[in-house]
């Protein structure tokens, strides 16, 4: 019936599964739960072992970090049931019919997405403004309404917490030489859509529980940017791309117009500044925004 499949890097996953391993199991249907370590390097993957005495988990670590797009295709070809449920390690279920309302996705060929949410970060704690950047990203570019990504299906999809058909999943896989951080659910999103296969969204959320510091977020971001960038440069097929994300829109547009050289260098005399004040307040995604365009002008 369902395999869930949870890659985990440096991060505690026993309540996570433990409370995956008690809904599933109320629901009296075959399922597993397979979860493979990337190399933790923080001790934590000790306690994780502790999960795998559970019936029906399988737990196992690599001696070697092998990046988001291989350990999930690894997952999947350990799995042995027809439908996938993908979710990262760093996620909370707040929802006491999480995989109850998966399972009644599970009907013929699927891909659902069930979305993401953030924890409140009230105002008084004193470290907020250390992770302003990343919670204004998240809460403001990620965490939709399945009626909001349902308008624009393929370009919402997330790897954080989706289900999919085994066959699906068989047909597309995740881009392997994607070795780099980033993007490498808008690159798969995007094989859906040229299969014609449309995505489903679901208000069923997780939350995300690990948030990176405004500058861990944003050296990611930046890296994400130069990703992007080799996708579209290196096949034909990813063109379409150039409308899917608007941060490549709008580079298309700023070439148009002979804008580029001139973004370039106001990049390269602003973006220290810019980057002090995103690391040190995180407040506007303006700001993020000009630095990951002025960044995207420099790359050849």
Do not use: W
């Not at 799995?79 to 993908?86: E, H, I, N, R, S």
């Not at 707040?94 to 599970?106: H, M, N, V």
């Not at 009907?107 to 919670?135: H, I, T």
């Not at 699906?168 to 094989?191: A, Q």
């Amino acid at each position: 019936m369902l395999s869930i499949l949870i890659p985990v890097y440096n991060f505690d996953i026993r309540a996570l599964v433990s409370e995956l391993h008690r809904q599933i199991t109320n629901e009296k249907v075959q399922f597993e739960i397979i979860i493979l370590d990337d190399a933790t390097t923080n001790g934590l993957n000790i306690l994780n072992r502790q999960i795998a005495s559970l019936p029906n988990i399988t737990y196992s670590e690599l001696s070697k970090n092998i990046g988001r797009s291989k350990i999930r295709n690894r997952l999947s070809s350990f799995a042995k049931y027809d439908y996938l449920l993908f979710m990262d390690a760093d996620a909370q279920i707040r929802s006491k019919t999480f995989i109850a309302d998966y399972l009644c996705e599970c009907n013929g060929d699927v891909v659902v997405c069930g979305g993401m949410e953030y924890a409140p970060f009230y105002k008084e704690y004193s470290y907020k403004d250390q992770y302003e950047l990343r919670l204004n990203y998240g809460k403001n570019r990620e965490c939709k309404t399945a009626e909001e990504r349902n308008l624009i299906p393929n370009k919402s999809f997330m790897t954080f917490n989706f289900l999919i058909s085994k066959s699906i999943f068989n047909k597309i896989l995740f881009d392997e030489s994607l070795s780099n951080y980033g993007h490498e659910d808008t690159l798969f999103g995007l094989e859906l859509k040229h299969e014609n296969i449309i995505i489903k969204h679901i208000n069923n959320p997780l939350r995300h529980l690990e948030i990176d510091s405004n500058s861990i977020f944003l050296t990611k971001a930046l890296a994400s940017v130069k990703n992007i960038f080799s996708i579209v440069n290196r096949n034909s097929n990813y063109k379409d791309l150039y409308q899917d994300v608007k941060l490549l829109k709008y580079y298309v547009k700023i070439k148009t117009l002979g804008l580029a050289p001139i973004i370039e260098l106001m990049y390269k005399l602003t973006h220290r500044s810019i980057e002090r004040n995103l690391v040190n307040k995180g407040q506007n995604l303006l700001y993020f925004d000009l630095l990951r365009l002025g960044f995207l002008c420099t790359l050849k």
